[in-house]
């Protein structure tokens, strides 16, 4: 995934363009991240949904997202304007052609027109869900999630869910370690993932949940030792009640979830950056046994660990 396509419409939203730009849009070679073409697809200048900033000027038209890898159509501010035909054109091109096209916030809704929501999953910002639901009746929508994915096509929810979705495509597409150095240069954590809830009380731990936010850093140390959620609730010393609602409040998981996404992740970037049998990465990573590692990396990545160490190995040095 190295050309990246935006579709860019009037009233376009300035954060999901800021968005993209972050991801794709820096040369970030030095870290081992990129390099990427971002092409800005639109007959002209746009006028954006944050009008003091101005227009958008385009690089390409319409026709610029044939043969992008990637195609973005990013929220605009009125989910409901109606698209130009010419839109709709390229981008049932762009997925007929076999390309990723994804949808950030009421993007969804763009995706909608062009008829590439009916009978997938899709998603979008929770006060617009019945507004999507009406214009895509045949969509399957998922009301409480942050984002979908449909292989082909996907879509993500409120502003915050469409940087989730770009780091869930970066992680997808060029692997765990280079969507972990790419959160680390934006200073977040790596995308949460899609089935979260769309509200929690905090996306991350505050400043107010010392223990809980202590804990989860202790366990990420500790993700080969065999600990579970009672050694969670141990560490923060809080009863199992307690421990369990601040949790799922803080992070919109349960803590045995959050513990099974995290060995995972850890487990992609070994297979990734050491030469590891896969017998020791499942140790490694807490997983047990290669028969238990194979079985949470297709449950969860969708494929093997042989497979994946195939197409993500960086490295042949064993750590």
């Given at each position: 995934?190295?050309?990246?396509?935006v579709l860019l419409l009037p009233g376009t939203r300035m954060f999901d363009l800021a968005v993209l730009g972050e991801v794709w849009g820096q040369d970030r070679t030095d870290s081992g991240i990129g390099p990427f073409t971002v092409r800005l697809c639109s007959p002209g200048r746009v006028r954006t949904a944050v009008s003091p900033f101005g227009d958008v000027a385009a690089t390409h038209g319409f026709a610029g997202l044939d043969g992008c890898d990637l195609v973005l159509a990013p929220g605009r501010d009125d989910p409901l304007a109606p698209v130009p035909s010419a839109a709709v054109t390229a981008l049932r091109r762009a997925h007929r052609d076999?390309?990723?096209?994804?949808?950030l916030c009421s993007g969804a809704f763009t995706l909608a027109a062009a008829g590439l929501l009916d009978g997938r999953p899709a998603t979008t910002h929770w006060r617009d869900l019945d507004a999507l639901a009406r214009v895509a009746p045949r969509a399957d929508l998922q009301r409480d999630v942050l984002y979908t994915d449909d292989g082909g096509v996907l879509t993500s929810a409120g502003v915050v869910g469409g940087l989730d979705l770009c780091l869930y495509l970066v992680r997808r597409d060029h692997g765990a370690e280079v969507a972990a150095r790419l959160a680390r240069r934006l200073v977040m954590p790596p995308a949460r993932e899609g089935g979260q809830r769309q509200y929690v009380e905090n996306p991350v731990p505050a400043a107010t949940q010392p223990g809980l936010s202590s804990t989860m850093d202790w366990a990420l140390a500790r993700l080969g030792s065999g600990i579970g959620v009672d050694d969670l609730v141990g560490h923060a010393r809080m009863s199992e009640r307690t421990f369990h609602r601040e949790f799922a409040a803080a992070t919109g998981v349960t803590?045995?979830?959050w513990l099974r996404v995290q060995r995972v992740r850890y487990a992609q970037q070994l297979l990734e950056t050491t030469s590891l049998p896969v017998e020791r990465v499942a140790e490694r990573s807490g997983l047990g046994t290669a028969a238990n590692?194979?079985?949470?990396?297709?449950a969860e990545v969708g494929v093997g660990p042989d497979s994946y160490r195939r197409t993500f190995r960086r490295v042949t040095v064993e750590a």
């Open positions: 995934m190295r050309t990246i396509g076999g390309r990723t096209v994804a949808g803590p045995g979830r590692l194979r079985r949470r990396m297709r």
